[in-house]
């Protein structure tokens, strides 16, 4: 009665990865947007470790004790990066995963870099996820914090970023995530065009590292289809409910985990 | 380049209760874990409530102003309501659904009545999902506590709660959640068997008031087979990452939203 087949568990836990197959299947005429070529292979036991900013901050504990824990809910924050750990925590059982959260909220790539000793390259990841840009130009805007940052910094900062972790990581697997705006609450008109080169900026950083490139404004670009910006981020910058969860399926998807 | 039509949007967003459709399907010899008569159809524009303890509050903000908004995480918790909310809100963008979370960590049955004016019948729910027992078991068993409640007092308690909630709202559609305990933790031999008899009188409310109930031991049970209890519930009682994502799904799939 209360049974059922490892196959039919396995069937059901692929859900994610399966049925979102669907999100990158577009018509004949048109090209999937999601990158066909680089797949990230998340094998048993190995660290991932989400690295970025407030959208992967989304609140986890700082308290070592909990943030050193792998796969605990407080560590991980409650944001898209939970939302990929926890399905791939169903996905994969008996997988012995360790997922850890160390994004920081308001963090630009510079101070990833500041960090980057204790909060990446010591827990040794076999699959680094990176979403950061957001601030960089959005602090940039702001005059009342006075900071000076430019794209061209942005995408030096972050090459000597990722050099650097290939340096230390040489088997790292890595996944470099598109940064992201709706066009709504803090997102106004003045952070256009800008904005689209920091995106581009994350792609060529991506594409020199042969990283997994994970296209997050062409999944809203989409998702606004379907409902106004504000169901997926009501200031433009932070994931909503919807949002985030959307996310954890696309980054899912994105990188075959 | 970056699109996708609504037809493939929509499949790409009905992954949990596409893919959890394998969760109920068993070999011919078995039979689905999952009921199949009694579906829930959450209709457009109506309101969600999830009701319970810990495992639904938790760690929700008790902020008027977070808990206020619907479909908000921090109002949403950490637990299977907020995942199960943002898959809903994933999947039906366009629908204008409204979700709520009023557990309250520690709380039994009759905790549940003494603020059930404000924290369920004002709130006026279309659909009202309880998960309530296992405070109700555990307090009992812990000299210190001083609580003397039996499974009769739960059982009665139980049906006069939800006899008054249709009294108040005749239309509401109820989901009443099986109380679970993975065997590990704090959950001990002497748990047994008077916590399946908590399991079962949860059954009889549900089919007594033709409410759609959701079989979580019997998930859990079959979960175990692929990970030890400690991967979806640490102490037995609290779910992992790994479980409060497994109950959203499930819980999706079994009331059909």
Known sequence: MNEFNRRNFLQASAISAAALASLS????????ILPRKTKVKVAKGEVILFQGDSITDAGRSRDKQKAD????????????????????????PADELRIFNRGISGHKVFQLAERWQTDCLDLKPDVLSILIG??????????NLNYKGTVEIYERDY??????TKKALPKVTLVVCEPFVLRCGAVTDKWFPEFDKYRAAAKRVADKHHATFVPFQAMFDAAIKFAPPEHWAGDGV????AGAALMAHFWLKAVGA
């Open 134 to 143: 957001v601030n960089d130009i959005w602090h940039s805007l702001d005059p």
């Open 159 to 164: 090459h000597a970023l990722v050099e650097r």
């Open 25 to 32: 299947i577009c018509t004949d005429a048109q090209a999937s």
């Open 69 to 92: 824990v792998a796969n605990n809910q407080p560590g991980l924050g409650n944001g898209y990066a939970w939302l990929a750990a926890g399905q791939l925590l169903v996905d994969r």
């Open 238 to 241: 932070h994931p909503s409910s």
